[in-house]
């Protein structure tokens, strides 16, 4: 049973330029979650995609956009990079955006912007 | 304002010596309550859930525990293995499954 599948692991971008991460959620699950983590900090949630929709969003910009596919995987589009946007990625799934069940997550993308 | 703290921030033990990593919580309503686990460059993984107030779950050397104002997640007779940071996330009534607010997590150094 494939958990929580990110892509790609590292990535080095320069700042201004626009990047795409990527998200297979566990086999069954319908809903995903982004995060971002910088170094020695805790995980903060981006936003929520169920049914196609963006659900719910934390406290980030425009700049932060995603998308959910019929197969329920999932993308993090960020434009216009800045420095400060340098952070684990990660992405996280569960069955339905309602459940009180565990969300299970990836192993990340380290993004790095130069 | 919602909010999750987590200490000690690191926490140093010698194999063996037990101990208890502490999550205090200020939320609306609580959903739920998580422990993960997280490796350095990797994901959290699922430790245990509790949902409320006098709650416990054990798995192996670890054991969580819920009170109204806090968890405690109790390490006893740590391995090195064990070494890893440890973080608390809250889900709040009115909140979805994925929207969960984390603490910045104990750093957990086990020396043989």
């Known amino acids: 049973d494939a958990g929580v599948t990110q892509s790609p692991t590292h990535l080095i971008k320069t700042r201004g330029q626009q990047v795409t991460l990527r998200c297979s959620p566990k086999?069954?699950?319908?809903?995903v979650s982004w995060y971002q983590q910088a170094l020695g900090q805790g995980p903060q949630f981006i936003f929520q995609?169920?049914?196609?929709?963006?659900?719910q969003r934390g406290n980030f910009p425009d700049r932060f956009s995603g998308h959910q596919f019929p197969n329920y995987s999932s993308e993090l589009n960020v434009n216009a990079l800045l420095l400060g946007d340098s952070a684990l990625y990660l992405c996280a799934s569960t069955l339905g955006p309602g459940a009180r069940a565990e969300a299970f997550f990836g192993q990340g993308t380290r993004l790095t912007v130069v | 304002e919602d909010q999750v703290t987590q200490s000690p921030e690191a926490l140093r033990l010698q194999e063996g010596e037990s101990s208890s990593l502490n999550c205090s919580y200020t939320?609306?309503?609580?959903?739920?309550l998580f422990w993960y686990r997280q490796d350095p460059g990797k994901g959290p993984e699922f430790l245990f859930t509790?949902?409320?107030a006098g709650e416990e779950k054990e798995k192996e050397r670890l054991k969580a525990t819920l009170t109204k104002k806090e968890s405690f997640l109790h390490i006893t007779a740590p391995k090195p293995e064990d070494s890893a940071t440890y973080l608390c996330?809250?889900?709040?009534?009115?909140?979805?499954?994925?929207?969960?607010?984390f603490g910045k997590g104990t750093k957990l150094s086990v020396k043989p």
């Open positions: 996330a809250v889900l709040r009534d009115g909140g979805s499954q994925g929207n969960l607010i």
């Open positions: 509790l949902y409320s």
């Open positions: 939320v609306s309503g609580l959903r739920g």
């Open positions: 086999s069954g699950h319908d809903t």
């Open positions: 995609y169920y049914e196609e929709e963006e659900r």
